[in-house]
């Protein structure tokens, strides 16, 4: 379904964009870039190389940031396809819950011996 929708987005020279659930088992995105335990993704064949459509998932190298990044997505990680510049597509519907974020265990603890503020501080240079 998902290789037959990026196909028919293509032929109407739209660019198709799909959605994850980053959190899902086996989905390798940077993560840096992932919202709500979403990602989107251009998959247009300007914005990736390389790019694998099978039934088990879909896979391409992509660039974040300028850097070259191998982007693997399991097909039942992929929660939606659509074309970016009308929103026709398709949303598939799920049972599982978007799972939570790594455990703090693997976050870096930081000090809080200075309050944390929301602006850096300002000096006048002359």
Do not use: H
């Amino acid at each position: 379904m998902i290789r037959a929708l990026n196909e028919w987005i293509l032929e109407n020279d739209c660019t198709p964009y799909i959605l994850v659930n980053a959190y899902a088992r086996d989905v390798q995105v940077p993560q840096s870039y992932v919202k709500d335990g979403q990602i989107v993704l251009n998959i247009s064949p300007v914005a990736v190389q390389d790019l694998v459509i099978s039934n088990a998932g879909i896979e391409f190298n992509g660039r974040f940031g300028g850097i070259p990044t191998l982007v693997y997505v399991p097909t039942l990680a992929v929660l939606g396809i659509y074309a970016k510049e009308n929103g026709q597509g398709m949303i598939f519907d799920t049972d599982d819950p978007i799972p939570e974020p790594p455990g703090p265990g693997k976050r870096k603890k930081e000090s809080s011996d200075k309050p944390k503020t929301s602006r850096p501080p300002l000096r006048v240079v002359k």
